[in-house]
């Protein structure tokens, strides 16, 4: 590869980067939740989502489970 073509890959590999960051989402961000007086703040409710979902994971660990004991049982016979 030449130097002239490398020069032109960059700088075309330039103009589509910044062509693709000018193209931003419309959509405007969002206000941050106020930091509540802990000192872990936004931290202290993320116990309570893992909380929340552990049932749902649960479940779908012994889905799972249950589709490989009947998968061994199957291929065992």
Same mark, same amino acid.
């Given at each position: 590869?030449? @130097?002239? $073509?490398? @020069? +032109? !890959?960059? *700088? $075309? *590999?330039? /103009?589509?980067?910044? *062509? *693709?960051?000018? +193209?931003? $989402?419309?959509?405007? =961000?969002?206000? =941050? $939740?106020?930091? #509540?007086?802990?000192?872990?703040?936004?931290?202290? &409710?993320?116990?309570? #989502?893992?909380?929340?979902?552990? &049932?749902?994971?649960?479940? !779908?660990?012994?889905?799972?489970?249950?589709? /490989?004991?009947? @998968?061994? @049982? !199957?291929?065992?016979?």
């Amino acid at each position: 590869m030449t @130097n002239k $073509s490398r @020069n +032109c !890959s960059v *700088l $075309s *590999l330039a /103009l589509v980067a910044s *062509l *693709l960051a000018a +193209c931003g $989402s419309e959509q405007k =961000p969002t206000e =941050p $939740s106020p930091v #509540k007086d802990t000192a872990f703040g936004d931290m202290a &409710g993320t116990v309570d #989502k893992a909380r929340a979902v552990e &049932g749902q994971v649960q479940d !779908s660990k012994a889905a799972i489970d249950r589709a /490989l004991d009947q @998968n061994e @049982n !199957s291929t065992a016979q």
